[in-house]
């Protein structure tokens, strides 16, 4: 089993940033991959990014256009996602997920994929 607890939620206006952290505990961070997913009110779970276990391959949503960064520092046990040019559209529940697959350079794109996952932190982006 794992703990990851989420944290840097918060209200922001539209163009401001955020910085969330995604804290592990229970395993050792270096041998599983990591994401972030989000969920809006009434819409499905998706994925922004995600990251491989020793951090040297990502993946994005295209729809992010370039605006986060994902990054984990194994050495902390913490996954971060830089937020930046936030817009009202992503305001949602973020989630951090670990994928326990024992593959070097595995980024998982479903959520299906993933094997433990947090319990979230509300971004709210005002116009």
């Known amino acids: 089993q794992v703990e990851l607890v989420e944290s840097g939620g918060g209200l922001v206006q539209a163009g401001g940033s955020l910085r969330l952290s995604c804290a592990a505990s229970?395993?050792?961070?270096?041998?599983?991959?990591m994401g972030w997913f989000r969920q809006a009110p009434e819409k499905e779970r998706e994925l922004i990014a995600a990251?491989?276990?020793?951090?040297?391959?990502?993946y994005y949503a295209d729809s992010l256009k370039g605006r986060f960064t994902c990054s984990r520092d194994n050495a902390k046990n913490t996954l971060y996602l830089q937020m930046n040019s936030l817009e009202p559209e992503d305001t949602a529940v973020y989630y951090c997920?670990?994928?326990?697959?024992?593959?070097?350079?595995?980024?998982?794109?479903?959520?299906?994929?993933?094997?433990?996952w947090g319990q979230g932190t509300q971004v709210t982006v005002s116009s």
């Open positions: 997920a670990a994928d326990f697959t024992p593959i070097d350079r595995r980024v998982a794109k479903s959520a299906a994929e993933y094997d433990f």
């Open positions: 229970g395993r050792t961070f270096s041998n599983y991959a």
């Open positions: 990251i491989s276990r020793a951090g040297d391959r990502t």
